[in-house]
């Protein structure tokens, strides 16, 4: 019988084989942890993204909904009046620290009172910005005012929402601007009333 003498004197795997080969298997583990980890931070980000434009289209539909029940019945108040009353004046983020003292829509079983457009334009600021601040890292709601019509902008703390995964800012040039900040990202709806 004949006998391949080059695998006779071979007794097995090298250890020098092995360690080469756990070693290209750990490269490959830390390839897919770090991919892992990039995925968790788009999905974190497209989380808030969907619950800031959710937030936007909430206020837009607010905004043309006030417009229907107050603006259209009432020839008293002008056009100009009313896009006064849902943009705070500044451009600064809406305020949310206390509830308004009338409460304009239903809420907990506790009817919906009558209100004036001011008075429904200070309910649903307070609602949206309460909104925000409960879904979004440092959520806030902006509404700047361009003559006919309103941009309504959300946004929020990017580095904070990403704290899991190290502070990962995302730069979105569009925001800086209207948010004086570099750290925030944001949401942008133009809506004309």
């Known amino acids: 019988m004949l006998i391949n003498k080059s695998f006779a004197n071979q007794a097995g795997v090298s250890l020098i084989e092995i360690l ?3 070693l290209i298997l750990g490269v490959g583990l830390l390839g897919v942890a770090a991919l892992q980890i990039s995925s968790l931070s788009s999905n974190q980000e497209g989380l808030f993204a969907s ?3 959710a937030i936007a289209e909430d206020y837009a539909s607010r905004v043309r909904s006030s417009k229907t029940s107050t603006v ?3 020839t008293n108040i002008s056009y100009a009046q009313f896009v006064a009353a849902y943009h705070n004046g500044n451009n600064a983020p809406l305020a ?13 079983g506790n009817a919906a009172l009558d209100c004036t457009l001011a008075q429904l334009a200070i309910y649903d600021q307070w609602e949206v910005c309460s909104a925000a601040q409960e879904a ?3 959520g806030l709601v902006r509404v700047l005012n361009n003559g006919i019509r309103l ?4 946004d929020w703390d990017s580095e904070q929402g990403r704290e899991d995964i190290g502070n990962v800012a ?24």
């Open 20 to 22: 080469v080969t756990t």
């Open 51 to 53: 619950q800031a434009t």
């Open 72 to 74: 259209m019945p009432n």
């Open 96 to 108: 949310c620290a206390a509830a308004p003292a009338q409460l304009c829509r239903s809420d907990a």
């Open 136 to 138: 979004l890292p440092g």
């Open 151 to 154: 941009t309504i902008v959300v």
């Open 170 to 193: 995302v730069r979105n040039n569009n925001c800086s601007p209207l948010t004086g900040s570099n750290t925030r990202n944001c949401v942008i709806l133009e809506l004309v009333p």
